[in-house]
């Protein structure tokens, strides 16, 4: 070879490495334009070159040193060549696997091994090349180098093959199973038999017979082996097959022998299931029921290898699937790179026929199409049955008629069918999809019989028909309490009594004496419910087929708003509330301490002004308070309240020393009342002094309680 | 003389240098044409828009039924009758080996293991073992797949909640939920893509859960979580101020969209344009709201499917038949909370009373999706973010106990959206303290989620200060097994 050709390579091998190094840093963010994916996909051809004459040029070097070589020009130079061209060769090989790899088709851990073992060998081999002229270079460089880089090109070569091949392509048995569409599958034949003939048979058959044990054909599995019969139909548990496989790995009678290859679990299961279901040899697997886990196992073992779909049409305009495209006209992309579209709709006010019509443009690549709750009527169905590539159609709740679904007659691809909600009968379900790929009707709500459907699943056994929840009045769940909708409890002057309930065609009953409502003689609420004083309102939801609720309590307290209210005192700073304000909003707080609406004292007294314009008599003063002795909340200790014409000439009405809640008593919310003196006031003034001392039972006995109230109520 | 030879090798060696540079440039430039964003400073993943799906996805929406406190896997999935023969002993240093425990029960002086005061029963053709307290549940045992080899790394609440939610435990990531919106983009583009849901047990010992945990962290903040609340008000400062009327909200949004455009357009900020879009989502979200929150249009049997407590406004039934309802009409993720599983003592009482209040509504949402014909396009996921240990913490007796947080292997079941039904996946020893068959990292359990929905949990990436973040970190593997 001549210096310049050599000086050449020697230069393009340098700028292949930079080239690898360089995709390799870019790795994931490479695009490759199609003309030279073509150039990718020639990797696993190309590479049989550096393969070849890399092993031919590691061998010569192996043997460099030896005498009869060391002198032989001839034999040096070709040597060189051969590494020069090798490594070239190789350094193509891996640009051009790094190109293919971008495809999607490879991915996981065979491709990094496959790809770091070829690019370390080019690198390597590079440099081994541009050394092995160096003086240090000797017979154990030779050596050791080339039988490296042998290993390096083997194992490349040898992941390589795992990502075309598969894993085990050599070691593997020859598989015979022959693809049987699931209609005209025998459970014996093409579901048991296969693994037999997969991972036991190389051992038990005609010329080996291991075990005295044959499982070539029905009557030699039944005769069994030395050790007894295989399997006793239906139990499982007892018999000799399944022993064996279950047995530990390590184990000396499991089966197939360690380093042959094992049954996977969904196999040993499969054996399991059909042991216990009688061993037929002749059952088809559609005879199975359609949940049953034999079944189930048997069709996804039948299952083409590849499920993805894959669709023969283009894919649609990009502009007009963007022109079609509104807030409520949803159309997606089914994946990245698939031409196939799923339309959904939404907001029955935005829906048209027109809107439906539109997607005419876009017929072929309409693969799903959701219609849920649309005023869909029959026209338009003739005008999906145009979309001939939907393999699922929603149209749950839609107008459409008995009539209209024969249209869909036509619908060749469709898998699922949602007609839940909708006035399909059992008659048009009858004839309608004979043939078809359907694998899915949801018939819910549709007023199909129990009887039909039954008669349905004879008919179509390969038809899942989803019937759903019926309620036959069996479950009698109780109703939940009516709701009083008013914004408050206390009124000042009257309150129209405003009851709710989720539920429609309910009767709402109720007492205000203080009695449990029952269903026949306490009144139905009906919209008006005018009350005027204070009282309790407790009310109950009835309704046939249901229990009834439980009573709800509602506490309305009237009360006189005061014209000017002030706070003498501030309150504690953890439970200021809206301030002065808040005793008197009508809100009337829960029983958590926590909650915003309670107004707290614990340092300062409850002293509380208020003015009325014109003068009152006023009968009651009542302060709600909270009582939650955990939480170290007690009532006043006590409640005195003063009355008179204006501010300066206050005197006694009336005091309160509420009672002291004792160890056992469960938090709760009391109006603490006090009776005031007949006399006419426009001038109130209240003080409720918080407990200095809580009692010695409780943990913080002996320290400053917390009063909190939400709010006063005048009478 | 040695000098000439010295600089004859020099020059010799600059023109090389020289040569092999050019040749090197001239490589990487040749290279530098397959990578077209090479010179943009943007280079997030070539080639995929968010939005679209990486390839086909077997499920559309998902809706995450929560378990906040982490309900114990020993009285509900998990049967291990030999707890119960056990009963009192301590448990072998053999079984734990050593294993970190909370601070609740480190300073223990024994570990007294405790079996499940309710029975377990086979239900199903799937023959799974499914515990008393899950009546209904066991109803739709052949729809489910349980997982009873589920682990974690966190060992408190709030981290082991961020932890499921956020791929991280220390929160500030994108939620899951924002990771699907990014990745898929809404589905109904007058709903938001990621909601939530919330709501409390009646009893037991109630653990906080946080906004934080629907953030969109530094994803764009359209992904954020938006919380539904019961109430007349579900979504906060969505309905116009009194007074106010649709057209003049609408000339207000106009005129606003103006402005904001405006500062767009000045400082190029594109979260000035994500609250364009949020005005403008909110206003649509004015008309479609209402109308999904209005459980009274359901019919009576689907009241009674899902019990009494979904007429109650707040409870986790009616947010169930609410998360149907927000799921059907295309929200991409519906998470739902639901707190008070966190029994560390009196188990048996609280656990039951925790179970009856989701038992019903969780299976009734099974049966409500597929008779829709919506189970196989919708993941639905039951599951709490760690298990409960096998021994008592504190004193115990047969009829009361309580037990700690345990994250060496806890349960949940998913169902749906390709997920194979009607089988169990993994298994623990039987103590129920370490998993012996088939474990899932909750990195595992995140990539089999998003591969349901579509996306390669490798290349569902955001750079951001510097780094490709995922939701699933740097690990987690699909788990095929439980794909159907």
């Not at chain 1, 017979?209 to 139990?235: C, E, Q, R, V, W």
């Not at chain 1, 065609?505 to 204070?534: C, F, H, M, Q």
């Not at chain 1, 002094?689 to 909190?708: D, E, Q, T």
Request: hydrophobic share 40%; with cysteine.
């Amino acid at each position: 070879m001549n210096t310049k050709l050599k000086a050449y390579a020697g230069n393009l091998i340098f700028s292949l490495n930079i080239l690898i190094l360089f995709l390799l840093f870019y790795d994931d963010q490479l695009i490759i334009p199609d003309w030279l994916q073509s150039v990718g996909r020639l990797h696993p051809m190309f590479l049989h070159f550096p393969i070849a004459i890399l092993f031919l040029a590691f061998i010569l070097e192996y043997f460099r040193f030896n005498e009869k070589f060391r002198s032989q020009e001839f034999y040096a130079k070709f040597t060189d060549a051969l590494l020069l061209g090798g490594i070239l060769s190789a350094g193509i090989t891996v640009v051009m696997g790094l190109i293919l790899s971008v495809e999607d088709a490879y991915e996981g851990e065979q491709l990094e091994w496959h790809k770091w073992f070829g690019v370390s060998l080019v690198f390597i081999s590079a440099v081994f090349y541009v050394l092995r002229n160096s003086k240090f270079y000797n017979l154990v460089y030779a050596k050791a180098g080339t039988v490296i880089l042998s290993l390096l090109l083997i194992m490349a070569g040898h992941f390589g093959a795992v990502l075309t091949h598969g894993e085990n392509f050599v070691m593997e048995p020859v598989s015979t199973r022959a693809s049987v569409s699931l209609e005209e599958a025998l459970v014996y034949d093409h579901v048991i038999q296969p693994v037999f003939q997969e991972k036991c048979i190389s051992c038990h058959n005609d010329q080996k017979l291991k075990g005295s044990l044959k499982l070539t054909d029905t009557l030699s599995i039944l005769k069994g082996g030395k050790s007894g019969k295989l399997f006793i139909a239906g139990k499982p548990d007892l018999s000799l097959l399944l022993e064996r496989i279950h047995l530990p790995l390590g184990a000396k009678k499991h089966m197939p022998p360690s380093g042959k290859p094992q049954l996977t679990e969904e196999e040993s299961r499969m054996l399991y299931l059909w042991v216990k279901s009688q061993s037929d040899f002749k059952q088809k697997v559609t005879d199975l029921p359609l949940n049953d886990s034999l079944r189930i196992l048997a069709a996804s073992s039948l299952k083409p290898a590849d499920p993805d779909e894959q669709y023969d049409f283009a894919a649609a305009d990009e502009k007009t699937v963007r022109k079609l495209n509104n807030f409520y006209r949803r159309i997606e992309s089914v994946a990245q790179g698939s031409p196939a579209l799923s339309v959904s709709f939404f907001n029955k006010a935005a829906y048209s026929a027109a809107s439906l019509e539109e997607l005419s443009a876009i017929k072929k690549q309409i693969v799903s199409l959701r219609l849920s709750r649309m005023p869909v009527k029959d026209a338009e169905l003739k005008l999906i049955s145009s979309f001939k590539n939907l393999e699922k159609l929603d149209l749950n709740f839609t107008d459409i008629s008995s009539k209209g679904i024969s249209a869909l007659k036509g619908l060749d691809n469709l898998k699922v069918l949602s007609l839940s909600g909708t006035a399909v009968k059992f008659f048009d379900l009858q004839s309608m999809f004979a043939g078809k790929n359907l694998k899915e009707i949801t018939i819910w709500n549709t007023g199909i019989s129990d009887s039909e459907i039954k008669q349905l699943k004879q008919q179509y056994p390969n038809i899942n028909f989803i019937s759903g929840y019926k309620d036959d009045g069996s479950s009698m769940i109780q109703l939940s309490k009516p709701v009083l909708k008013n914004n408050g409890r206390v009124f000042s002057d009257q309150l129209a009594v405003n009851l709710y309930h989720p539920r429609k065609s309910i009767a709402i009953r109720y007492t205000l004496d203080g009695s449990e409502p029952d269903s026949i003689k306490s009144p139905v609420y009906n919209g008006n419910l005018l009350i005027k004083e204070s009282l309790v309102l407790k009310t109950k939801a009835f309704k046939e087929g249901w229990k009834s609720s439980e009573t709800a309590v509602f506490t309305l307290f009237r009360s006189i708003k005061p014209d000017q209210i002030s706070l003498m005192k501030a309150p504690n700073e953890n439970y200021r509330a809206a301030g002065a304000n808040s005793l008197f909003d009508a809100q009337l707080a829960d029983i958590d301490p926590n909650n915003n609406n309670w107004l707290g004292f614990m340092e300062n007294d409850l002293v509380l002004n208020l003015n009325f314009k014109q003068p009152k008599n006023i009968r009651k003063v009542g302060l709600n308070t909270l009582i939650s002795t955990g939480s170290s909340v007690f009532p006043a200790q006590s409640i005195h309240v003063y009355g008179g014409t204006d501010e300066k000439s206050l005197s006694l009405l009336g005091i309160l020393r509420p009672a002291m809640p004792g160890k056992e008593d469960k938090p709760g919310i009391k109006n603490l009342e006090v009776t005031l003196r007949n006399k006419t006031v426009s001038c109130l003034k209240i003080v409720a002094k918080p407990l200095i001392k809580i009692p010695s039972w409780h943990a913080s006995k002996g320290k400053p309680a917390l009063m909190l109230v939400d709010e006063v109520l005048i009478n | 003389m040695e000098k000439d030879f010295l600089e004859h090798g020099l020059n010799f060696n600059r023109r090389r240098f020289l040569s092999r540079l050019s040749l090197g440039l001239g490589s990487v430039a040749l290279g530098s044409l397959l990578v077209p964003d090479i010179f943009n400073g943007d280079s997030s993943d070539s080639g995929w828009v968010p939005g679209i799906p990486h390839f086909a996805p077997k499920a559309k929406r998902v809706i995450y039924l929560f378990q906040n406190g982490a309900p114990s896997q020993l009285e509900l999935f998990d049967y291990k009758p030999r707890l119960r023969d056990l009963m009192g002993q301590d448990l072998p240093d053999s079984v734990r080996r050593g294993q970190r425990l909370t601070g609740m029960t480190a300073n223990q002086t024994s570990f007294p293991m405790v079996g499940s005061f309710v029975d377990f029963k086979q239900y199903g053709d799937s023959r799974s073992w499914i515990s008393d307290l899950l009546p209904h549940t066991a109803r739709v045992v052949d729809d489910i797949c349980i997982i009873r080899s589920m682990y974690t790394e966190a060992i408190n609440h709030d981290p082991a909640l961020t932890f499921f939610q956020t791929g991280a435990q220390q929160g500030n990531r994108p939620s899951m939920g924002s990771w699907l919106s990014y990745g898929l983009g809404s589905e109904n583009k007058n709903l938001p893509s990621f909601t939530v849901l919330l709501s409390k047990g009646r009893q037991g010992n109630n653990q906080g859960v946080y906004s934080k945990l629907w953030s969109s962290g530094f994803l764009d903040s359209v992904h954020q979580g938006v919380q539904f609340s019961s109430g007349d008000d579900p979504v906060l400062y969505l309905k116009d101020p009194d007074g106010m009327n649709k057209q003049e909200r609408r000339k207000f949004l106009d005129h606003l969209s103006q402005l904001n455009q405006i500062s767009y357009e000045e400082f190029g900020d594109p979260e000035i344009s994500t609250k364009i879009q949020q005005y403008e989502m909110a206003y649509r979200m004015q008309t479609a709201v209402p109308d999904i929150m209005d459980l009274s249009k359901e019919p009576d049997d689907i009241i009674k499917l899902y019990g009494s407590d979904s007429m109650i406004p707040g409870t986790f039934a009616a947010n169930c038949l609410l998360a149907r309802k927000l799921s059907e009409n295309g929200v991409r993720f519906v998470q739902l909370y639901h707190q008070g599983w966190d029994h560390h003592g009196n188990l048996p009482n609280d656990i039951a009373s925790q179970a009856k209040e989701v038992d019903q509504a969780s299976a009734a949402l099974i049966t409500d999706l597929k008779q829709r014909g919506l189970l196989d396009e919708t993941l639905v996921i039951w599951g709490g973010e760690f298990g409960r240990t096998n021994y008592s913490q504190g004193k115990w007796t047969a009829g009361n106990y309580g037990r700690d947080h345990h994250p060496r292997c806890f349960s949940i079941w998913m169902a749906g959206g390709g997920i194979k039904p009607g089988i169990s996946y993994g298994e623990t020893d039987e103590f129920g303290y370490n998993i012996v068959k088939d474990p899932v990292h909750v990195h595992d359990f995140q990539a089999t989620i998003l591969n349901q929905l579509g996306l390669n949990h490798e290349k569902l990436v955001f750079k951001h200060l510097g780094r490709r973040y995922r939701l699933t970190d740097v690990s987690g593997k699909v788990i095929n097994d439980i794909l159907a």
